[in-house]
C-alpha cells in the first residue's frame, strides 16, 4: 500500500477508472425504477415488481434465467425478494434494489448500454498539493433545508456543519456546508466556474471529519470526483447546497469524461 501522497493517490485513480470501465459501474444503469405496493412491469425485465416497507419483489421470473444472488436475496414461494443495495443478475443484466428518498425501487444495469461501450476513461487534473487544504471545521443546529436533485425534484436535507478554508492562491476565505451524519463518512456535492466549463452539473468532494466533529483537519480536492448522473441520466444526483457553489475554479480532482 503507497504512503506518499502521489503514489496514494496514483493508486486511488487506478482503482477509479477500473470501476468506471467495469461491466456493472455507474455507466451501464439504463433505468431507476420505483416500486409501490401495485406490481408493475419494469422493462425489459420479465414478471411484475413491487415493493413492500423493507423490500423489492419480483414475481413471474423463472429461475433459470438468475444467477449471482447475493446475501440478501432470495426466493421465497417462487417470488425473488430483494433487501435493499442488494443484487442478482437477470440474463445478464444486473438487478439492484436501492433504498433512496424514502422510496424502494430497481436499478436495471446493462454492460452493453451505449454510456457504458462508449465510455473511454476520466479526464482528470493531476495532482496539486496547494489543494491540499487544512480546513476548520464548525457544528451547527441541525437545520432542514430542500435542495433539488439533477432531475427536478425536490427533497429535504439537514445541514449539519460548515467548514472554512483559504484559498490556496489569493488567500480569500472560503466556507462551504456540510449535510450528513457527523463523524460519519460522507461527501458533499459542489460546483466550481471549471467543472462549470467542463459541463459538469456537480462533483462530489469526500469528507474527512475530524474527531468530534469539530475542529481542524483536511479536505483533498484532488479526490473530487463525477457524480453518478455524468455517466448516466438514470441517477438522480443532489445539485449543490447555495453554499458550495463556488465563484471560483477548483483545478484538482476529476474533470469530464472521456469518449471514444
Not at 500500500?1 to 455507466?27: G, H, I, N, Q, V
Not at 446493462?110 to 464548525?138: C, K, M, N, S
Not at 469526500?206 to 479526490?223: L, S
Request: proline fraction near 9%; charge should be negative; hydrophobic fraction near 40%.
Amino acid at each position: 500500500m503507497p504512503t506518499d501522497p502521489t503514489s496514494k493517490f496514483a493508486a486511488f485513480r487506478a482503482r477509479r477508472e477500473a470501476y468506471a470501465l467495469a461491466p456493472f459501474s455507474d455507466s451501464a444503469l439504463i433505468g431507476t425504477h420505483y416500486l409501490s405496493e401495485t406490481p408493475e412491469t419494469v422493462d425489459p425485465i420479465a414478471g411484475t415488481w413491487y415493493a413492500t416497507p423493507d423490500a423489492v419483489v419480483g414475481v413471474g421470473l423463472d429461475p433459470a434465467d438468475v444467477t449471482d444472488l447475493q446475501e440478501g436475496v432470495a426466493w421465497v414461494d417462487g417470488n425473488l425478494v430483494f433487501a435493499p443495495e442488494k443484487s442478482a443478475v437477470w440474463r445478464g443484466l444486473r438487478l439492484l434494489a436501492i433504498a433512496r428518498i424514502g422510496l424502494l425501487g430497481l436499478r436495471v444495469f446493462d454492460p452493453e448500454a451505449e454510456t457504458r461501450t462508449t465510455l473511454a476513461g476520466i479526464d482528470v487534473y493531476g495532482y496539486d498539493p496547494q489543494w491540499v487544504i487544512e480546513a476548520e471545521f464548525v457544528l451547527l443546529a441541525p437545520e432542514d433545508v430542500e435542495i433539488t436533485l439533477v432531475t427536478g425534484r425536490k427533497v429535504p436535507v439537514t445541514v449539519t456543519a460548515q467548514f472554512t478554508f483559504q484559498h490556496p492562491v489569493d488567500g480569500q476565505s472560503v466556507t462551504m456546508q456540510v449535510n450528513g451524519e457527523i463523524g460519519q463518512p460522507t461527501s458533499i456535492s459542489f460546483l466550481d466556474t471549471a467543472a462549470k466549463e467542463a459541463g459538469a452539473p456537480l462533483r462530489f468532494l469526500p469528507i474527512r471529519w475530524p474527531e468530534g466533529g469539530a475542529g481542524k483537519t483536511v479536505v483533498d480536492f484532488n479526490y473530487a470526483t463525477l457524480p453518478p448522473c455524468s455517466f448516466s441520466p438514470h441517477f438522480m444526483c443532489p445539485l449543490p447546497l447555495p453554499g458550495n457553489r463556488l465563484s471560483f475554479p477548483v483545478r484538482a480532482g476529476e474533470r469530464a469524461l472521456v469518449r471514444k
